[in-house]
């Protein structure tokens, strides 16, 4: 039973650690690059990570667009 409730708290943290946002205010795409909501790329990049601000999203290791 102990390994079981492990497992299910396992599951659910690691489904919250990879939730994105539908709608996020700065997307950092697979190549590490921050871009804002309204940015000529943000509609364009399909594998992000979601952040708040581009502050959280450059102090995850992220860059801004050349």
């Not at 409730?5 to 990879?18: A, I, K, T």
């Not at 996020?24 to 990049?45: E, L, M, R």
């Amino acid at each position: 039973m102990n390994k079981i409730w492990l497992l299910l708290v396992l599951l659910f943290f690691y489904s919250c650690d990879n939730y994105q946002s539908l709608d996020p205010n700065v997307k950092k795409s697979s190549s590490g690059i921050c871009h804002k909501k309204g940015s000529q790329y943000y509609q364009q990049t399909e594998k992000y990570l979601s952040f708040n601000t581009i502050r959280e999203c450059l102090d995850s290791g992220g860059r801004l667009p050349r």
